[in-house]
C-alpha cells in the first residue's frame, strides 16, 4: 500500500495545521498521535502526518523519535516525506531542526532539501533569508522571548548552519519570484554546494511555485504552507486524483459539548459569547481540590442540563483570578488539576453518550487526546484557519475539534458546534 505524503510533525497543534492544509489542497489525510504500535488502516489516506512531540527534546531523544516515525512510514512507500516545523522556525541553539534534517536526509540517502518555513497567510513570510512576523524580524517580534526556543536570529541561514552539519544556501526572491522552473534550476545549482537551501517566500503564490519547483526531492522541510503545492505535483505525476470531498467526515450523533482550558484574551471572548445562550459550568481548581466538586457531581449537572444544550464545562478565567489560584496553588499545580479534571470529565462524558467535544487550549486539547487513546484522527474541513474538524473513526466514531489559544473568532464555539451537526 503507498502513501503519498508522510509528514513528520515536531508538535500535535503543527501537524494538525499542515493536516488541515493538505485536506484543503485536496489530499484525503490522516493524523496519527506518536508512532503506531500495531498496522493502521490507511487505504484510504493519500497524506499521513504523525504528530511528535519533539521540538524541546534533547536532540538525540528527537532524532531517535523522528527516525523512528520515518521508518513506519516508510512502510508505505510515500513518494516524499516532509519534516514540519514552526514557521517561526522554533528551535534551541542544539537544535532540533538542523540535527533532525540531518538524520532524516542520512536515513533516505539523500544529501539536499529546501528550508521553508514561510506562512504569509499568517505573516510568515522569508525574504534575503531573513524571517519575518508580520513585516518586523523574527527577533524583534517578541519570539526573541520565547521561553523554550527563543529566537535571537532572523537569518535562518546563519541559524541553520549553527545547528546542523552542512552548508546552507538561498533561493533569492528573483528566482522565487520568476517561477517553479527558475527555482529548479537554483535548487539544481546550490545542490552542487549546500545541503539545505532557504526560499525567500512572500506570497501563497510564491509557496505553490516552490511546492511544484520540489516535486523530485524526496525530503521536504518546512512550515505548513509549502504542503500547499504538493498535490498538484502528484495528480500531474499521475500518481492520484484531487478529491472535491477529502474533507468528509462521518455523520455522527450524539450530544456535544465544549470544553475549555484555554485562558487566552481570544478564548475568554468565545467563553462569555457562548455562555450568554448555553447552559455553562464553571471548572475550579480549587473546588476540585476541597472535593466540593467532582466528576460525579459534573455529570450529574450534565444529565439535568442536556436537554438544553449544548453545554460548556469551562476552566478559562481572567488572568488577574488565574495568578490568584497560581499564587495559591503553584503554577503546575493549578494546571495538572485542571488537565486531568477535563481527562477524567471527557472519558465520563462519552461514557454517558457525548461523542462531539469543542475544545479550547493546547495542553487541554492534548490531555483530551490522550484520555480518548485514539489511533488516528481523520482531518476534515477547516473551521477557522489552523483548526480543521476531526474525527476519531471507528464502531462508535467521536468529532473533535481542537483550537489553540487565541485561535477562530467570538463564535468559534457556536461554528465548530454547526459543522458538527
Ligand atoms: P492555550 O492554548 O491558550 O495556551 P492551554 O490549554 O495550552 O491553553 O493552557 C492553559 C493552561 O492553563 C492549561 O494547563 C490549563 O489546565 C490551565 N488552566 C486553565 N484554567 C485554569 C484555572 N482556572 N486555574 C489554573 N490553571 C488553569
Redesign the pocket.
Known amino acids: 500500500m503507498k502513501v503519498l505524503l508522510g509528514c513528520i510533525a515536531d508538535d500535535f497543534t503543527g501537524a494538525t495545521d499542515v493536516a488541515s492544509f493538505l485536506v484543503a489542497s485536496g489530499m484525503r489525510t490522516v493524523q496519527l498521535i506518536g508512532i503506531p504500535t500495531e498496522q493502521v488502516d490507511l487505504s484510504e489516506a493519500d497524506a499521513v502526518v504523525i504528530a511528535l512531540k519533539s521540538r524541546t527534546l534533547p536532540k538525540e531523544e528527537a532524532i531517535q523519535q523522528s527516525i523512528a516515525a520515518l521508518e513506519w512510514l516508510k512502510q508505505y512507500d510515500c513518494e516524499q516525506y516532509y519534516f514540519k516545523y514552526c514557521s517561526t522556525f522554533d528551535s534551541t541553539e542544539a537544535g532540533n531542526i538542523g540535527p533532525v534534517t540531518d538524520a532524516l536526509l542520512d536515513n533516505l540517502d539523500e544529501d539536499f532539501t529546501v528550508l521553508c518555513p514561510s506562512l504569509p497567510v499568517n505573516g510568515r513570510t522569508v525574504y534575503k533569508g531573513y524571517l519575518f512576523v508580520n513585516n518586523t524580524l523574527l527577533n524583534e517580534s517578541g519570539m526573541q522571548n520565547h521561553p523554550l526556543t527563543p529566537m535571537k536570529d532572523a537569518n535562518l541561514q546563519r541559524v541553520m548552519k549553527s545547528q546542523s552539519q552542512g552548508e546552507v544556501g538561498l533561493v533569492t526572491y528573483e528566482d522565487v519570484a520568476a517561477g517553479a522552473n527558475n527555482i529548479k534550476t537554483a535548487l539544481e545549482s546550490l545542490s552542487q554546494t549546500c545541503r539545505y537551501a532557504v526560499l525567500d517566500t512572500l506570497s501563497n503564490h510564491d509557496l505553490v511555485e516552490i511546492g511544484r519547483a520540489c516535486a523530485d526531492l524526496k525530503l521536504l522541510t518546512g512550515g505548513s504552507g509549502l504542503s500547499i503545492g504538493l498535490a498538484k505535483n502528484f495528480q500531474d505525476k499521475g500518481l492520484f486524483k484531487i478529491s472535491s470531498n477529502s474533507d468528509q467526515l462521518s455523520q455522527v450523533q450524539g450530544d456535544a459539548v465544549v470544553l475549555s ?4 484574551l481570544m ?1 475568554q471572548a468565545q467563553v462569555k459569547n457562548f455562555k450568554q445562550s448555553n447552559p455553562s459550568k464553571k471548572i475550579s ?1 480549587i473546588s476540585l481540590l476541597n472535593k466540593t466538586d467532582s466528576i460525579d457531581s459534573f455529570i450529574e449537572w450534565f444529565a439535568a442540563n442536556r436537554e438544553q444544550g449544548p453545554v460548556m464545562f469551562y ?3 481572567s488572568a488577574e483570578n ?1 495568578k490568584a ?2 499564587d495559591e496553588l503553584g503554577v503546575d499545580r ?2 495538572q488539576i ?2 486531568e479534571f477535563m481527562a477524567s470529565l471527557v472519558t465520563a462524558l462519552s461514557n454517558v453518550g457525548v461523542t462531539k467535544f469543542v475544545v479550547a ?4 486539547s492534548g490531555s483530551v487526546v490522550q484520555a480518548l487513546q485514539p489511533q488516528l484522527l481523520k482531518i476534515g474541513a477547516s473551521i477557522a484557519p489552523g483548526v480543521p474538524l476531526t474525527e476519531i473513526p471507528g464502531e462508535n466514531p467521536k468529532l473533535l475539534a481542537l483550537k ?2 487565541n485561535f477562530g473568532d467570538e463564535t468559534f464555539f457556536e461554528k465548530a458546534l454547526r459543522m458538527m451537526q
Request: glycine share 18%; proline share 5%; charged share 15%.
Open positions: 482550558g484555554s485562558c487566552s478564548t481548581p476552566a478559562t478565567d488565574i489560584i497560581q493549578a494546571s485542571v488537565e487550549g493546547g495542553e487541554t489553540s489559544g
